[in-house]
């Protein structure tokens, strides 16, 4: 699908802008709540004893409802609505806040873990039915020309993001300071109050659903489609099989000794790196536009711009599993200026993809097109989650930064399929 760089037009409508506004303020709310969920679940089950691959399992169904939704969730969009799936998701994830906070310490470890696995599948469907809605939306709402499209995507993916990063921050300080369950709590409360006021004021703009609309279309017959959502799994893969269970384990065994105000520090540091690393990763998505003057470029030279970045990513987590392997001095700073430089490749990377899949499909089969690709995005977290847990116990985290490399590589050979 070739497309010249399209000529200047007119700025977005001032309802569709506030229309955009109003979701990507939600999507926000929700994904701060998603990062801090995700942190407070990590660390307070690593500090009462969960093996790695215990903590894998506890985000595994997550992941699985994420295929799952996603592959409903454009169906669901383009029968009910968009604002309709966009509430659903924010609901459900007050609903999974309430839920684990009824989590008791006195259950059994397998009771814990089937517990907490249950939420967070519920957590899972949330997300994954807030983010189809925000980024369809983009495609509807997004004024056209001058790279207003990859603008405007970028801007959501990329600040989406920083939220979260600051998510995973609050949820560490939340624990160290309030505990777990009181935590919940509070995010519970919050979300619901920004529920309500998203639905207040939320204006006009976005699509109501089609009674016509079809389950079966979900599948896409588009090849670059299809080929873009096998790179996008393995790329999701590469960096879940090293973030999601490797690294904060790897720091917490380097940073803390055992003690209670051992583990509060090591908590911060653990999760103002899981921060930064976050907020640093969304700050690119946004530049991303710039980086690769999508304003003058044409969807092939961006297809290939894709090939390459992918490409590149793999080269890092491969250096840095041969640098942990050997156990070079001073290895940590050198682990932590390598994933930093992992995270700038894999943003231009996830912001290309961002803007590809909304390239390639039409406003029609938007919801079907995008809820296909992150069903593809979520599979690629959850194999991902679990050989985080599964490579960390095999083999440390040399192992889990090889198979992340392997990963990338694998993402690569779809990318360089695609057609512009």
């Avoid at 090939?307 to 070079?328: N, Y």
Wanted: with cysteine; charged share 10%.
């Amino acid at each position: 699908m070739s497309q010249a760089p399209a000529s200047p037009s007119p700025k977005a409508k001032p309802e569709g802008l506030a229309a955009y506004i109003t979701v990507t303020a939600a999507y926000w709310a929700f994904m701060l709540t998603d990062g801090a969920l995700r942190m407070l679940v990590l660390l307070h089950f690593h500090t009462i004893g969960f093996s790695p691959v215990q903590l894998a399992y506890l985000f595994l169904l997550y992941e699985v409802m994420g295929v799952v939704t996603n592959l409903s969730a454009g169906w669901l969009a383009a029968r009910f609505g968009l604002t309709s799936t966009l509430y659903a998701g924010l609901g459900l994830q007050i609903v999974a806040l309430v839920a684990l906070s009824q989590l008791d310490p006195n259950w059994s470890l397998a009771a814990s873990v089937v517990f907490v696995m249950v939420v967070q599948g519920l957590s899972g469907v949330a997300k994954d039915l807030a983010k189809m809605s925000a980024k369809s939306a983009v495609k509807l709402l997004a004024p056209e020309g001058e790279g207003g499209l990859f603008k405007w995507v970028a801007i959501l993916t990329g600040s989406k993001n920083a939220v979260k990063g600051v998510g995973f921050l609050l949820g560490a300080v939340l624990l160290a300071v309030w505990g777990f369950q009181t935590s919940v709590w509070v995010m519970a409360a919050v979300l619901a109050v920004i529920l309500i006021g998203v639905a207040l004021f939320m204006p006009s703009g976005l699509p109501q659903g089609k009674k016509s609309a079809k389950f079966s279309q979900v599948f896409s017959k588009d090849q670059n489609v299809n080929r873009l959502s096998l790179a996008r799994m393995f790329l999701f893969g590469a960096r879940d099989v090293w973030f999601v269970v490797g690294i904060p384990i790897y720091f917490y065994a380097v940073l803390s000794d055992g003690s209670e105000e051992g583990n509060r520090a090591a908590f911060f540091i653990i999760g103002t790196f899981m921060a930064v690393w976050i907020i640093l990763y969304g700050f690119v998505q946004g530049l991303a536009p710039k980086l690769l003057k999508a304003a003058t470029s044409t969807t092939p030279e961006i297809v290939h711009k894709a090939v390459v970045w992918v490409g590149v990513l793999t080269l890092i987590p491969l250096a840095l599993a041969a640098a942990v392997w050997a156990d070079l001095p001073g290895l940590t700073p050198i682990v932590v200026a390598g994933l930093l430089i992992f995270g700038f490749v894999f943003a231009v990377n996830s912001s290309v993809h961002s803007y590809l899949i909304l390239a390639f499909t039409t406003g029609e089969r938007v919801t079907m097109d995008v809820g296909f690709y992150y069903m593809s995005n979520a599979a690629g977290r959850l194999l991902g989650t679990l050989l985080s847990g599964v490579s960390y116990q095999l083999g440390g985290l040399p192992l889990c930064l090889f198979t992340a490399a392997a990963m990338a590589a694998l993402s690569t050979l779809a990318a360089n399929r695609l057609r512009g």
